[in-house]
Every structure is written in structure tokens, then in C-alpha cells.
């Protein structure tokens, strides 16, 4: 009985000094993108410019640049398509161009005041809180 008690307190002593997984930077991680586009069709699109790395921030939500970045709203019938390995490909409907997310992009467009009503699917509470870029053409530089 001594010796159950003294392997089970050894166990839970051990088990508390576990350390925790972390991921390395250059890992790939299982985020599931957010692709959150315009619901009306549209040949116009506004004329600023904004480029860097496209990418997924830990809630899902595509930007540009880095995690405080404005959320992307994609042009009506833009695509996300998973390719697997963690890898996953945006077609921009505006152009029909698509890109990895992770390349360096050039997009057009502009900052812009979206109403949940002009979008789908409805902007997750967790990418509401750097404002919005109103996508248009989209370059793979």
C-alpha cells in the first residue's frame, strides 16, 4: 500500500513538471482560414495600395502585413481553396489571380467602414478590431 501511494505521488510530482508543446516560428500551424468577402458584385474597386505578406492570424482572420493589420474583405466570389500541408490558396475574383497565403502580395483597394449586412460569412468578434481593407486587384509579387 506504502509503495502504491509513494509511485502514485511520484507520478503527479513528474506529470506538474511536464513542460508544455510550443511550435516553433517555422512550423506550419492547423488555422483554418477566414475568407470574409463582399456579398454584391462589383467592376470598381478603390485606388490605394497596400502590399507585404499575406497572412492568417491565430484566430483565422487573413490579413496583410501582420497580425494588427486591417481584416481583408475579399471582392464577391473570391475563393479560398485548402491545398493541404497546411498550405492554402486565395483566388481574388476581381482578377482571377491567385496566392499563397504567406507570398508577398501587392492589393488594392482601401480602408473602408463594412457593415455586417455587405459581408459573408458574418465578421468573427475576433477580427473586428483593426478595421478593414476593401480589397481590389491583387498582384503576386
Not at 25 to 46: C, D, G
Not at 49 to 76: F, H, M
Request: charged letters at 15%.
Amino acid at each position: 500500500m506504502k509503495i502504491q501511494l509513494l509511485l502514485s505521488l511520484m507520478t503527479i510530482n513528474l506529470t506538474s513538471c511536464m513542460v508544455k508543446p510550443s511550435i516553433a516560428k517555422n512550423e506550419q500551424t492547423s488555422i483554418q482560414p477566414i475568407l470574409i468577402t463582399s456579398n454584391t458584385r462589383s467592376n470598381i474597386s478603390m485606388l490605394a495600395s497596400a502590399q507585404g505578406k499575406l497572412i492568417v492570424d491565430k484566430n483565422g482572420c487573413i490579413r496583410l502585413g501582420d497580425e494588427t493589420s486591417p481584416l481583408i474583405i475579399w471582392p464577391y466570389g473570391s475563393k479560398l481553396e485548402n491545398l493541404g500541408n497546411g498550405k492554402f490558396k486565395i483566388t481574388n475574383s476581381f482578377t482571377s489571380q491567385s496566392a499563397l497565403i504567406g507570398e508577398q502580395i501587392s492589393l488594392g483597394g482601401g480602408l473602408y467602414e463594412v457593415k455586417s449586412t455587405q459581408v459573408i460569412p458574418s465578421i468573427p468578434n475576433a477580427c473586428a478590431n483593426h478595421g478593414y481593407w476593401l480589397a481590389g486587384p491583387m498582384n503576386v509579387k
